[in-house]
């Protein structure tokens, strides 16, 4: 397969927004020039050459959820390719792929009408050539498999055949779309395209990019949220053999050498003073008891269904508790890197971000060229989560290029990945419920106070205080109660953040499953068994429900010192349920033995990607929710590597099955769904197997130890 990252395309693309997806599908009007070099472009997505080699142009970031598989799928079942004939190459930003960022778990959702039109728009001009060719009615002739067929005599030609021929048609504007019924592709296991390359090394990381007469570069950054550099002795600093300049960029101090490792060095030498700022007193201790005072007021309404209050104070019996999520890194497996050249007519970036689009503008910004004089070469990413849609990284490159007139390579540690994040915002939880005397709920409150991401990055889009994504997975809990109200108060301690892997969800599922378990516990009824009695409207939520415990045999019995839990959850248009088995040692020790889940996206593309980004989803979330947390002190990031932030090891992993229940509805996102319903599911079925409630993540083993 190719992987390259170069790109030509012709200036007479003409460009039409497809409305609602902030995308664009370009057309094209052919002429004689275009189809003289053989070469057969309906449009911005696709080309066939005269051998029939198939490319498909990828317009978002690889970074493991396999869209250069799932991608490519689309246009070939709509073309009625030969998929052995696929090949993609990775687009480089242009105003015909419109916003190319890859986040929100939309690669599929945002592509699949642009992409499927891509390839009916080539397979109807494929088969109107053929038809032309042979002077026969188009109605009988018709596409299959890389070829044009006329049914009546049985003659074929292959698409490369009829390359040249195409070219010269009219692109159709509304080409008929494939029912379902009839996908070839579609719904079907394909062997990812890009392994070939990773598995032989050939396949090129940010971290893997090499640039004649590149220099290296590491940033001493200010320890302190917010610190800015008071005074600099870099004369030792640039006594280390190999370093280049000690600079002073926006983010701190940048020293440029010859080799990574002389930057290392460099670094290690240099003298920094600090003026830290406000935040130097900021810690763990004092956000949290800020939040707790803050929690004593009411918030900006999210939900209000009912009365909320009035139902409590009438109640048989309430239910209350406080629930506590922490700050969390994305820890990437690759640390932030970027390649950055400005030149004296433009600028190239090498970069693995999750946002070519925002990569592109931050480099303009920096450098001060107009985009189309900037050029982004979008590298496979080594985990993304939602860190790499920030640019941070890429303009400190641009910014110490810019500064030396040469090409320089802006490496991270492990250090500085960890203590200069934008982290998962923290968060505090209460929540109360009340019963009527048969034990049905009949009123739930959530008053949620944290930072909000939106209020950082569009505050515009904060409207009366309430940061939408910071609710959602809480305001709009599915269960079936008369009397709901969920409020928010938005409080930024200082410490920055950011999207992390399914952003309001990777908190609030936890909370609002674990507190409905509670109020299971509190009526004496078996938490499927309620959930099943109020989700009698929310059928997605339900089918899902019932798949899972089904498959993990709900209700049979465990081994001694075993618990199942489970948690429901719809986030990204798609919806999951999660049945954990865990165990607990005498020592507090927590065990998952096993992970059911299922899954309705609406649509399959590739059922193998489905069932690898749950399974990748629900190793981060429980990740998180056994290990994950931040803390601050003294406006510091206490951790600093895999030694005290660490993550799930291979033998710490659970078996984890996982089953893809498409229910032919709206098409849901899937690289972020698999990750809100694994900590409550972990959570309840440790109350099952102990009785004892974890209300604060991350699980310690001291709060479960017996005796």
Same mark, same amino acid.
């Given at each position: 397969?190719?992987?390259?990252?170069?790109?030509?395309?012709?200036?007479? &693309?003409?460009?039409?927004?497809?409305?609602?997806? =902030?995308?664009?599908?370009?057309?094209?009007?052919?002429?004689?020039?275009?189809?003289?070099?053989?070469?057969?472009?309906?449009?911005?997505?696709?080309?066939? $050459?005269?051998?029939?080699?198939?490319?498909?142009?990828?317009?978002?970031?690889?970074?493991?959820?396999?869209?250069?598989?799932?991608?490519?799928?689309?246009?070939?079942?709509?073309?009625?390719?030969?998929?052995?004939?696929?090949?993609?190459?990775?687009?480089?930003?242009?105003?015909?792929?419109?916003?190319?960022?890859?986040?929100?778990?939309?690669?599929?959702?945002?592509?699949?009408?642009?992409?499927?039109?891509?390839?009916? +728009?080539?397979?109807?001009?494929?088969?109107?050539?053929?038809?032309?060719?042979?002077?026969?009615?188009?109605?009988?002739?018709?596409? %299959?498999?890389?070829?044009?067929?006329?049914?009546?005599?049985? @003659?074929?030609?292959?698409?490369?055949?009829?390359?040249?021929?195409?070219?010269?048609?009219?692109?159709?504007?509304?080409?008929?779309?494939?029912?379902?019924?009839?996908?070839?592709?579609?719904?079907?296991?394909?062997?990812?395209?890009?392994?070939?390359?990773?598995?032989?090394?050939?396949?090129?990381?940010?971290?893997?990019?090499?640039?004649?007469?590149?220099?290296? +570069?590491?940033?001493?950054?200010?320890?302190?949220?917010?610190?800015?550099?008071?005074?600099?002795?870099?004369?030792?600093?640039?006594?280390?053999?190999?370093?280049?300049?000690?600079?002073?960029?926006?983010?701190?101090?940048?020293?440029?050498?010859?080799?990574?490792?002389?930057?290392?060095?460099?670094?290690?030498?240099?003298?920094?003073?600090?003026?830290?700022?406000?935040?130097?007193?900021?810690?763990?201790?004092?956000?949290?008891?800020?939040?707790?005072?803050?929690?004593?007021?009411?918030?900006?309404? +999210?939900?209000?269904?009912?009365?909320?209050?009035?139902?409590?104070?009438?109640?048989?019996?309430?239910?209350?508790?406080?629930?506590?999520?922490?700050?969390?890194?994305?820890?990437?497996?690759?640390?932030?890197?970027?390649?950055?050249?400005?030149?004296?007519?433009?600028?190239?970036?090498?970069?693995?971000?999750?946002?070519?689009?925002?990569?592109?503008?931050?480099?303009?910004?920096?450098?001060?060229?107009?985009?189309?004089?900037?050029?982004?070469?979008?590298?496979?990413?080594? =985990?993304?989560?939602?860190?790499?849609?920030?640019?941070?990284?890429?303009? %400190?490159?641009?910014?110490?290029?810019?500064?030396?007139?040469?090409?320089?390579?802006?490496?991270?540690? @492990?250090?500085?990945?960890?203590?200069? $994040?934008?982290?998962?915002?923290?968060?505090?939880?209460? &929540?109360?419920?009340?019963?009527?005397?048969?034990?049905?709920?009949?009123?739930?409150?959530?008053?949620?106070?944290?930072?909000?991401?939106?209020?950082?990055?569009?505050?515009?889009?904060?409207?009366?205080? &309430?940061?939408?994504?910071?609710?959602?997975? !809480?305001?709009?809990?599915?269960?079936?109660?008369?009397?709901?109200?969920?409020?928010?108060?938005?409080?930024?301690?200082?410490?920055?953040?950011?999207?992390?892997?399914?952003?309001?969800?990777?908190?609030?599922?936890?909370?609002?499953?674990?507190?409905?378990?509670?109020?299971?516990?509190?009526? =004496?009824?078996?938490?499927?068994?309620?959930?099943? %009695?109020?989700?009698?409207?929310?059928?997605?939520?339900?089918?899902?429900?019932?798949?899972?415990?089904?498959? !993990?045999?709900?209700?049979?019995?465990?081994?001694?010192?075993? =618990?199942?839990?489970?948690?429901?959850?719809?986030?990204?248009?798609?919806?999951?349920?999660?049945?954990?088995?865990?165990?607990?040692?005498?020592?507090?020790?927590?065990?998952?033995?096993?992970?059911?889940?299922?899954?309705?996206?609406?649509?399959?593309?590739?059922?193998?990607?489905?069932?690898?980004?749950?399974?990748?989803?629900?190793?981060?979330?429980?990740?998180? +929710?056994?290990?994950?947390?931040?803390?601050?002190?003294?406006?510091?990031?206490?951790?600093?590597?895999? $030694?005290?932030? %660490?993550?799930?090891?291979?033998?710490?992993?659970?078996?984890?099955?996982?089953?893809?229940?498409?229910?032919?509805?709206?098409?849901?996102?899937?690289?972020?769904?698999?990750?809100?319903?694994?900590?409550?599911?972990?959570?309840?079925?440790?109350?099952?197997?102990?009785?004892?409630?974890?209300?604060?993540?991350?699980?310690?083993?001291?709060?479960?130890?017996?005796?």
């Amino acid at each position: 397969m190719t992987t390259g990252t170069s790109l030509t395309r012709r200036d007479f &693309l003409k460009l039409g927004a497809l409305a609602g997806a =902030g995308l664009v599908i370009a057309f094209r009007i052919p002429d004689a020039a275009e189809a003289a070099t053989g070469a057969f472009e309906p449009n911005a997505w696709l080309a066939i $050459d005269p051998q029939g080699r198939i490319t498909v142009w990828i317009a978002r970031s690889e970074m493991g959820q396999g869209v250069r598989t799932s991608l490519p799928m689309l246009v070939a079942e709509e073309l009625e390719a030969d998929w052995s004939s696929i090949r993609f190459e990775q687009a480089i930003p242009a105003p015909r792929y419109g916003n190319m960022s890859t986040g929100g778990s939309q690669s599929i959702r945002s592509m699949t009408e642009p992409l499927r039109k891509a390839g009916a +728009a080539a397979r109807e001009m494929l088969i109107s050539a053929a038809a032309d060719t042979w002077k026969v009615d188009r109605a009988t002739c018709h596409a %299959e498999n890389g070829a044009v067929i006329h049914a009546p005599s049985g @003659r074929k030609l292959a698409y490369g055949a009829l390359a040249v021929k195409a070219g010269t048609l009219p692109v159709p504007e509304n080409p008929p779309l494939k029912d379902a019924k009839d996908f070839k592709i579609l719904g079907t296991r394909r062997a990812r395209l890009d392994v070939p390359a990773k598995v032989d090394g050939s396949a090129q990381f940010g971290l893997d990019v090499r640039v004649p007469g590149m220099l290296y +570069a590491m940033v001493e950054r200010c320890p302190v949220f917010g610190g800015k550099v008071a005074s600099v002795d870099a004369a030792r600093a640039e006594a280390v053999k190999g370093v280049r300049r000690v600079l002073q960029i926006g983010s701190g101090v940048a020293i440029v050498a010859d080799t990574l490792w002389a930057a290392r060095d460099g670094r290690d030498a240099l003298r920094v003073t600090w003026n830290e700022g406000l935040l130097a007193s900021l810690d763990s201790a004092g956000i949290r008891s800020t939040f707790a005072e803050l929690a004593k007021k009411p918030g900006a309404s +999210a939900r209000k269904e009912g009365q909320g209050a009035t139902a409590l104070a009438g109640a048989a019996r309430t239910i209350e508790a406080v629930y506590e999520a922490p700050y969390l890194a994305h820890a990437t497996m690759e640390p932030m890197n970027c390649t950055a050249f400005v030149k004296q007519d433009g600028c190239e970036v090498w970069v693995g971000s999750q946002s070519a689009t925002g990569a592109q503008r931050k480099a303009a910004e920096v450098s001060g060229f107009p985009l189309e004089k900037v050029v982004v070469h979008t590298m496979l990413l080594g =985990g993304g989560f939602g860190r790499r849609s920030h640019q941070d990284f890429v303009a %400190e490159a641009v910014e110490i290029s810019k500064a030396l007139n040469a090409p320089v390579k802006v490496v991270w540690t @492990r250090e500085d990945d960890m203590q200069h $994040d934008h982290y998962r915002p923290a968060s505090y939880h209460v &929540l109360r419920a009340g019963l009527d005397v048969k034990g049905v709920p009949v009123a739930w409150t959530h008053r949620q106070v944290g930072a909000g991401i939106l209020a950082l990055i569009a505050p515009q889009a904060v409207q009366n205080g &309430l940061d939408p994504t910071s609710v959602d997975g !809480a305001e709009n809990i599915p269960y079936a109660i008369p009397n709901i109200e969920v409020d928010y108060i938005l409080h930024d301690p200082g410490v920055p953040v950011w999207w992390w892997r399914s952003v309001g969800s990777s908190h609030n599922a936890f909370v609002v499953e674990c507190f409905f378990d509670e109020v299971a516990a509190a009526a =004496g009824r078996d938490p499927l068994e309620l959930r099943r %009695e109020l989700l009698q409207g929310q059928p997605r939520h339900l089918a899902v429900m019932e798949l899972a415990a089904a498959k !993990a045999g709900w209700g049979k019995p465990l081994p001694k010192g075993r =618990g199942r839990g489970i948690a429901v959850h719809a986030s990204f248009d798609s919806y999951a349920a999660q049945v954990a088995e865990v165990a607990v040692a005498d020592d507090g020790t927590v065990r998952v033995h096993r992970v059911v889940c299922a899954v309705d996206p609406g649509h399959v593309v590739n059922p193998d990607t489905i069932e690898a980004q749950m399974e990748s989803g629900i190793v981060y979330g429980l990740t998180a +929710a056994l290990k994950g947390e931040i803390t601050i002190a003294k406006g510091r990031v206490q951790q600093g590597n895999f $030694d005290d932030y %660490e993550v799930l090891r291979m033998n710490e992993c659970p078996a984890i099955e996982v089953h893809v229940a498409p229910s032919g509805e709206f098409l849901g996102g899937i690289g972020e769904v698999g990750t809100p319903p694994i900590a409550p599911a972990v959570v309840n079925a440790i109350a099952a197997a102990t009785g004892k409630r974890v209300r604060r993540l991350p699980i310690r083993a001291e709060a479960l130890r017996r005796g």
